[in-house]
């Protein structure tokens, strides 16, 4: 009796992800290992200076005071500001580096979980239709692409499907949801500025399918404008950075793919193995297609737009498009970097499709469940099958982690290993360096990252020169120290962009008394004796205001949403108490 209350209750769908997200990351808590993927040093640094900063109360959004081998780089305020804190604070909870790893995974899960829930359910799809996709998700490489490697684009996917939300407003209520659309699509552009052209690449022919059914137009489009202006206000943050260092900086990319082709999803690409894993996936995204063309004129138009969105991601991510052509015609294809990225909207939106189609041809209801109940079982086995797998990798006497451009400070291997498990957050980025040149501020004509070689420089001028150098995180600066035997011109291995100031011995250095490297590493004179270098970031006075704005923004937003949920909840109670008399 007390179970079957328990499934009836609201909290039932919450408890049941719950435990589906600490079943994921048992396997990892028992064997006590790490996973080292290839992006995790990269991300590990931006967490532990976020962490660090709300630690010690010493706040500066842009230069990088503690992490990133404490050179004055840029890297937070251009890649996902606020997630980067709250992956901090996860990071001052856990302590150590495999706690905050189980509590980020555990987290994600929880955001992709009820994320996708809440998803299915605006879809007016059942609990228990809603409940075991929701599930199956977690299983899904979009998710495990942050378990297994720490991509950050796992954390994009975990929300993903909360902000496709609007995209069935459009459809089924031909209208514009100011605060919902605006809120979702600026909450995915704070966490993951490719995966919100995802998002609006969804929106759009669902706002197409809306704004032609509709027959208050011109409504429609005002409600949009404020969408979008509103969408600007939560995201002044991400625009003020972005125009702060871009407009007075020649900033070095990311990573620019030249193998886009191969790349993509096909039967012998890369990668195919994780991204049609678990194989449950590979069973629906058959089953959808066979359903659409069977069914094409019973189902409803939500169903029709988001299975052909699907079929269009899914086509977007794979060979079957000339990605070698395209990226060597259309350069901001380059952005996208790696084709197999459509994949996740692609995820998300079949699972829609599925649901759909199981609710709107009215299949029997218990054997649907009994279906599900074992696609999930079988996904989550395959799921910890290759965790375990990969966990293993932690056991080599060497290869235990991810080493493309990685170099270790230290020959003895069990203590790097330890330092992941200790309390000092800073050892192991300390042993394991990685020379990724992302956002470097480039002091040269060159463009092309071949030429740049931004690895190398990196490499060669900071991470093997930054021990010559003590170094100390102040309220007001980042200061290095150093004792030299002669005066003479030294570069330090600190990053220096437009508004970098900097103050040599008590002096502020000037343009014409600084030189830089063609990666922005500081060309100075030192003095013969102690010398004393002080890193600080001077932003322009309009970037502050519009730093903090979001902030008060996003209060007021979520106190109205807050407020109209108390409203509603009100309105259903006087409903029911009607009903009942």
Request: proline share 3%; charged share 15%.
């Amino acid at each position: 009796m007390k179970m079957s209350k328990l499934m009836r209750s609201k909290l039932f769908p919450a408890l049941v992800i719950v435990i589906g997200a600490l079943i994921l990351v048992l396997p990892q808590v028992l064997a006590h290992k790490m996973l080292l993927g290839s992006d995790s040093i990269f991300h590990y640094n931006r967490f532990y200076e976020a962490a660090m900063q709300l630690k010690e109360g010493n706040f500066h959004y842009f230069i990088t005071m503690y992490g990133f081998q404490q050179s004055g780089r840029i890297i937070n305020a251009l890649y996902g500001p606020v997630a980067a804190y709250f992956n901090g604070a996860l990071l001052l909870v856990g302590k150590t580096w495999f706690n905050y790893q189980i509590l980020s995974d555990i987290a994600v899960y929880l955001l992709a979980g009820g994320s996708m829930y809440a998803l299915l359910r605006k879809c007016k799809l059942r609990v228990s239709y809603s409940l075991g996709l929701a599930l199956f998700y977690l299983t899904t490489y979009a998710i495990q692409y942050w378990t297994l490697s720490q991509a950050f684009s796992g954390w994009a996917a975990a929300l993903l499907p909360l902000c496709l939300l609007p995209l069935v407003t459009f459809i089924i209520e031909k209208q514009v949801n100011v605060l919902e659309l605006a809120l979702c699509t600026a909450l995915m552009f704070q966490i993951h500025f490719l995966t919100s052209l995802f998002v609006v690449m969804a929106y759009l022919p669902a706002f197409i399918y809306a704004f032609v059914k509709t027959p208050e137009r011109i409504k429609m489009l005002q409600h949009m404008a404020l969408a979008v202006g509103l969408f600007f206000l939560l995201t002044a943050n991400i625009w003020a950075g972005l125009v702060e260092v871009y407009f007075g900086n020649t900033v070095l990319q990311p990573f620019i793919n030249k193998n886009m082709y191969g790349t993509a999803v096909s039967l012998n690409a890369y990668r195919l193995s994780n991204w049609l894993s678990p194989f449950g996936i590979v069973i629906l995204g058959g089953l959808q297609i066979i359903l659409l063309l069977l069914f094409w004129k019973k189902i409803s138009t939500l169903n029709k737009i988001v299975s052909l969105e699907a079929m269009f991601f899914l086509i977007l991510s794979s060979r079957l498009l000339p990605w070698k052509w395209l990226s060597q015609t259309f350069e901001f294809v380059n952005v996208l970097q790696f084709p197999f990225r459509f994949f996740v909207p692609y995820t998300v939106l079949l699972l829609m499709s599925i649901g759909l189609f199981a609710t709107e041809l009215k299949l029997d209801g218990r054997m649907m469940i009994g279906a599900l109940i074992l696609l999930v079982t079988c996904s989550f086995v395959q799921t910890i099958q290759a965790l375990e797998q990969d966990l293993a990798v932690w056991d080599e006497p060497e290869e235990f982690m991810y080493q493309k451009n990685t170099i270790y400070f230290t020959d003895d291997i069990q203590k790097i290993k330890q330092a992941f498990f200790s309390t000092d957050l800073a050892l192991g980025l300390r042993y394991v360096q990685k020379s990724t040149p992302d956002y470097l501020p480039l002091y040269t004509k060159l463009t092309a990252q071949d030429e740049i070689h931004g690895y190398r420089h990196y490499r060669k001028q900071v991470l093997m020169q930054e021990q010559k150098f003590t170094k100390a995180a102040t309220t007001d600066a980042l200061v290095y120290q150093w004792d030299a035997a002669e005066a003479k011109e030294i570069i330090v291995p600190a990053i220096g962009y437009k508004n970098t100031k900097v103050v040599l011995n008590g002096k502020v250095l000037t343009d014409a008394q600084l030189g830089h490297t063609r990666i922005g590493a500081l060309k100075l004179r030192q003095k013969r004796g102690h010398n004393r270098l002080e890193l600080s970031y001077v932003p322009a006075k309009a970037t502050v205001v519009f730093l903090v704005l979001p902030a008060f923004v996003w209060l007021g937003c979520l106190g109205i949403v807050i407020k109209r949920k108390g409203y509603n909840k009100k309105d259903d109670a006087k409903i029911n108490c009607l009903s009942a008399r």
